[in-house]
């Protein structure tokens, strides 16, 4: 066994997603005697190696591995741990990252620690779990841990460089008759608007009650031109569309300023909010999982406090 922390790059159609920078950041805080090694799976990717703050990359090139499938990254990522047994392999707690985990973990038979928040050197991780409610702390079992990450315990910045690490290739084990192969992406309908390109986003939850509350948001986005979007159970009463669904099965965003209404910040939607510049969260219950992220936050009835603040916005707005 050594002591390297191994940690999967995920990335989608040429870009690195933000949660591998998340994951180098905190192997880096975690690896003691050992290396943050990044794990590269794609097909004339190397390229992607140049921004990824680690003390080397062991790059796979494979066809197979150009896009994500989940039995070709299995298979190859469970050959790599075979053969250097690292201390510890890092995944996103993404559809890739939990995918994968918990087929190494059978295949393997490695202890799997979810949900983690981060990671410190004496070799102790936080998990955030219950829907982000309990912060769960132990000891990364031994020899090797298999761990997904959430984020919101390292800013995307710490695990970026602009010095390229060095590259080692290494050879793919059969990847030949694979069940599941990808034949598509498929975009979702354009139509509504792109809620990632906006700079200011207000957010709302469940904590809205009703589709008639909606009017107290839109009314604020009318007043400053912010972009309104919902958390899941907004969209699965069907009272918003799914384009302004952020989360883990929605979007990923990162406006100057996220304004979370009502939200009680589940594990699955700070996934595509966390990185936003500042969040400002607000939640009557002083205890909602939401405040760990946020900048700023008021425990306000957010039906009371919207009609002030939309009303401050116009005597704001020169007319
Ligand atoms: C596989 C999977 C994928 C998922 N994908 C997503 C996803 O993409 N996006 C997503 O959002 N969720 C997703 N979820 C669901 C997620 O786990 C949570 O259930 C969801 O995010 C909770 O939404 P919420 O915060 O609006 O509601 P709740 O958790 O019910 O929180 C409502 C909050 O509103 C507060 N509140 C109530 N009344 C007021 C008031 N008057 N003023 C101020 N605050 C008030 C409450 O204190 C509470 O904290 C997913 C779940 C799974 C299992």
Not at 103 to 113: G, Q, R
Not at 189 to 206: M, N, Q, T, W, Y
Not at 207 to 216: T, V
Request: charged share 20%; glycine share 8%.
């Amino acid at each position: 066994m050594t002591q390297d922390i191994f940690v999967l790059i995920e990335h989608l159609r040429g870009q690195v997603l933000d949660i591998s920078y998340v994951m180098l950041a905190a192997a880096r805080g975690f690896a003691q005697d050992g290396q943050v090694t990044a794990v590269l799976f794609g097909h004339d990717a190397k390229g992607l190696a140049n921004s990824l703050a680690a003390d080397r990359v062991l790059y796979v090139d494979h066809p197979a591995l150009k896009e994500f499938t989940s039995e070709a990254y299995s298979l190859t990522l469970a050959s790599l741990v075979n053969k250097h047994h690292p201390r510890a392999v890092l995944m996103g707690h993404t559809s890739i990252g939990m995918d994968v985990a918990g087929a190494l973990s059978a295949k393997l038979s490695l202890p799997l620690v979810s949900s983690c928040r981060t990671l410190s050197a004496d070799g102790k991780f936080v998990s955030q779990i219950c829907g982000g409610k309990i912060m769960a702390e132990g000891d990364l079992p031994s020899p090797t841990a298999l761990v997904t990450m959430i984020p919101g315990g390292y800013k995307t910045e710490q695990g970026q460089s602009a010095n390229a690490p060095a590259i080692e290739s290494f050879t793919p084990p059969a990847l030949d008759n694979l069940r599941v192969v990808l034949k598509q992406i498929i975009e979702p309908e354009a139509g509504d608007v792109d809620i990632s390109k906006s700079p200011f986003l207000i957010a709302v939850g469940r904590g809205i009650q009703n589709k008639d509350n909606l009017d107290l948001p839109n009314e604020l986005a009318a007043a400053t031109s912010g972009t309104v979007c919902a958390s899941r159970p907004v969209v699965d009463q069907g009272w918003l569309p799914t384009t302004r669904l952020v989360g883990k099965s929605g979007k990923r965003v990162k406006p100057k300023i996220y304004l979370a209404l009502g939200i009680s910040g589940a594990p699955e939607h700070v996934e595509g909010m966390g990185e936003s510049d500042v969040i400002i969260a607000v939640n009557t219950d002083p205890n909602a999982p939401i405040f760990n992220v946020a900048k700023y936050g008021t425990t306000i009835d957010l039906l009371e406090l919207l009609p002030l603040l939309t009303e401050k916005a116009k005597q704001a707005t020169p007319s």
